[in-house]
């Protein structure tokens, strides 16, 4: 999870700050030592900015690019670089995550091209819907996709997302076709993702790409609800219990049985 917020900057910094040739972006927050955002202990680092209004977003604070700070190429491969040893030691590596990094693909794209540049594993986590605006090339400065799936389903991805699921499975698609690694994410909440026939399509669609590593179920949780109050919105899954342990065994057979690894 993200840090707090950083305090939105003046409009003139928001200005200056991104710039088309991607020199800086806007950062919300970076943490070194998650396990859970790609292989090894990574640093991981969160940009602002997302198209996507997921009903159960748990980052809405990185929404608007304006919740970041002005940060330089340079300035974050400073802070990245004093944890280069330890990240390669522990088997890890940078993981960009956001809101949705390709919102701000041409400094993504550079990070990760100076992350390779020092030897660093690189992970790209997106929800896939602006895969159009990282090319092929750039891709090959990442190692590893965590594509999040929302819902095969096109009406529920809408109702879930606000967007059509159309550019996510193309993206999904393409990323298999170039052999770029993949882990697929599915969000599961009772009575909006659940349903079977949804899953069925999702854990079909998977088994039919060549690219894919794993499945992770992610148990719909209340961790969010705090920061949407404090952003004075209501949360609309405020009565959404999490599933039960008898529903994410369920949804996790429904993948293993179309061969996919599930973890
Ligand atoms: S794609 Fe991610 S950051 Fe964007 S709204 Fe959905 S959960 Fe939140």
């Known amino acids: 999870m993200p840090a707090a917020p950083a305090p939105p900057p ?42 996507m209004r997921c009903l159960y977003c748990h980052n809405p604070d990185t929404w608007h690019l304006k919740h970041g700070e002005p940060t330089s190429v340079d300035e974050m491969m400073a802070e990245i670089g004093k944890y280069e040893r330890v990240l390669k030691m522990m088997g890890g590596g940078v993981t960009i995550s956001g809101g949705e990094p390709l919102v701000q ?14 030897g660093l594993h690189t992970v790209l986590d ?3 819907y602006l895969g159009h605006r990282i090319s092929d ?9 965590l594509l999040d799936i929302k ?21 999904a698609r393409r990323l298999s076709d170039l052999g770029k690694p993949a882990w697929i994410r599915f969000v599961l909440v009772p009575g909006l993702t659940d349903n079977e026939a949804n ?25 969010g609800r705090d920061k949407w109050e404090r952003l004075g919105r209501s949360y609309p899954l405020a009565d959404t219990p999490p599933p039960d342990d008898a529903l994410v065994a369920r949804v996790e057979d429904q993948f293993r049985a179309y061969g996919l690894p599930v973890r």
């Open 151 to 171: 819902s095969f389903d096109p009406e529920t991805h809408k109702r879930t997302t606000g967007y059509p699921v159309d550019d996510v499975l193309a993206f």
């Open 105 to 118: 693909a041409p400094f993504v794209t550079r990070l990760f091209r100076a992350c390779k540049a020092l």
């Open 199 to 223: 899953v069925d399509g999702l854990a079909a669609f998977v088994a039919g790409l060549d690219n894919v590593e794993r499945v992770e179920v992610l148990p719909f949780h209340q961790m």
């Open 10 to 51: 003046a409009a003139c910094q928001l200005r200056a700050a991104v710039k088309d040739d991607g020199a800086s972006g806007y950062v919300h927050s970076f943490q070194t030592g998650s396990v859970v955002d790609g292989p090894g202990v990574r640093f991981v680092l969160w940009t602002t900015g997302c198209l």
């Open 126 to 128: 997106t929800n896939g």
């Open 137 to 145: 090339e750039e891709l090959e400065d990442v190692d590893l996709v």
